[in-house]
Structure formats: structure tokens, C-alpha cells
């Protein structure tokens, strides 16, 4: 029961070898069999699937978008905030528990918004421009090779997106998780004790005292 969790915390740092792997099924797309479903397909029902992986890549780059917005703002508040706590508590094996809880989460969002501005780099598209549409118009073997190809592509490359969206969701979830919990020890760690200050205020003030003589004089 612990050795799931446990594991599913570091599985986003797994992903740029997943990635790696995937863009080579493009290498040798006749040897894959997972496409063997594309090559199945009818000229029309591939057409719509090229269409469908289009459509895909854009949702997935406006999710990875507001991912990384929401990282980048996470990296930056949770520094502010956990910078405030740590200098307010008193040294204790408590305080160093909620310090490494913290950087563990700093981590994950700092991986994370790494993540996110990597997968909104430009990836290759398919299906589309002047050559891939000279070659579906000629027809023939030519015209499908091209089709099945950008459909591969379109596949390949929209898992790697997925990919990189999941592991943008799966880093912010830990690094929340982690900051929860140091938040939550932070209430019952020790803080730094503030010595009260005295200050003595000495006033000087004397009023002098004045005597009045008031002398009449008798005129002749």
C-alpha cells in the first residue's frame, strides 16, 4: 500500500525517456504494429482520423498552456509563502522535516513549469502543406504512404503531449500534497521565541518656582 504512492510521486520524472521511446516507433513505421490499425483504415476513415488528431494536438497544447500557468504561479507564491514559515520557526528536527517537505514541492512545480514550457515548444504537424497535398492528389500507393504517415505522426505526437500533460498534472498534485503537509506541521512546530523588549523612559522636568513680590509705593 505505500510502494504505489510512493512510486506514483516520481513517475512524471520517468517521462522524457517514455517520450524518447515513443518517437522512435516514427523511425520504422511499417515495423510497428501498433499502426496496423491506421493501415487498416479506409481512405475516407483515415481522412477523419487525421482530421480528429488535428483537432486533438490543439486541445492538448491549450491544456499544457494553462498548466504551466498555473505552475509558474504555484513555483511563485509557494516560495513566498515558504520562505515566511521556515524563518518563523525555531530549530527543531520538525522544522527540518517541513523545510525538505517544502523543497520537495518547490521541485515538483520547478519540474513541472519546466515540463509545461518544453511541451509548448513548436511539434512537428502533419496532414498538411503543399507536398502532402500533391502527393494525396496523385493518387495510388503514394497518396495513402502519406496519409498513413501523418496519421502515425499525428498519433506519436499527440501521446507525447498527453505525456507531458499528465506529468504536468501529476507534479502539480504531489507538489500541493507536500506543501499540505508541511503547512499542517507547521502548527505544531515550535516557533522562534521573541524576548520581550523594556524601555525605560526617564523624564526630566523640574517647574521652578517663582516668588512675586509685589512692592507698593507711597508717592508723596
Same mark, same amino acid.
Given at each position: 500500500?505505500?510502494?504505489v504512492p510512493?512510486?506514483s ?13 515513443i518517437?522512435?516507433?516514427l523511425?520504422?513505421?511499417?515495423? +510497428?504494429? $501498433?499502426?496496423?490499425d491506421?493501415k ?5 476513415d ?23 500557468? %498555473?505552475l509558474?504561479? %504555484? /513555483?511563485? #507564491? ?6 515566511s514559515?521556515?524563518?518563523? /520557526?525555531? %530549530? $527543531?528536527p520538525i522544522?527540518?522535516?517541513? #523545510?525538505?517537505?517544502?523543497?520537495l ?5 520547478f519540474?513541472?513549469a519546466?515540463?509545461?514550457f518544453?511541451g509548448l ?12 497535398m ?9 497518396a495513402?504512404?502519406?496519409?498513413n504517415e ?5 498519433e506519436v505526437?499527440n501521446l ?5 500533460? $499528465?506529468?504536468?498534472?501529476?507534479l502539480?498534485?504531489?507538489g ?7 503547512m ?12 520581550p523588549?523594556t ?13 512675586k513680590? +509685589?512692592?507698593?509705593?507711597?508717592g /508723596?
Open positions: 500500500m505505500i510502494k510512493f512510486s510521486l516520481f513517475d512524471a520524472f520517468r517521462m522524457p525517456f517514455v517520450n524518447r521511446r518517437v522512435k516507433k523511425e520504422s513505421l511499417d515495423a +510497428q504494429e $501498433s499502426f496496423s491506421i487498416s483504415l479506409s481512405e475516407e483515415i481522412e477523419k482520423y487525421i482530421e480528429s488528431e488535428w483537432t486533438r494536438a490543439k486541445e492538448l497544447d491549450d491544456k499544457l498552456s494553462k498548466l504551466t500557468a %498555473a509558474s504561479v %504555484a /513555483l511563485t #507564491v509557494g516560495g513566498a509563502v515558504a520562505k514559515i521556515v524563518d518563523g /520557526l525555531a %530549530a $527543531s522544522k527540518w522535516t517541513i #523545510v525538505a517537505l517544502l523543497f514541492s518547490m521541485v515538483f512545480f519540474y513541472g519546466i515540463i509545461g518544453r515548444r513548436p511539434k512537428p504537424r502533419f496532414g498538411y502543406g503543399a507536398k502532402f500533391n502527393a494525396v492528389a496523385s493518387g495510388g500507393e503514394s495513402r504512404k502519406s496519409m501523418a496519421a502515425a505522426g499525428f505526437v507525447i503531449r498527453a505525456n507531458e500533460a $499528465s506529468a504536468a498534472i501529476d502539480i498534485r504531489n500541493i500534497v507536500l506543501f499540505a503537509i508541511a499542517a506541521l507547521s502548527f505544531v512546530a515550535p516557533g522562534i521565541e521573541v524576548s523588549r524601555a525605560t523612559i526617564s523624564t526630566k522636568g523640574s517647574a521652578p518656582a517663582i516668588s513680590k +509685589q512692592k507698593a509705593a507711597n /508723596l
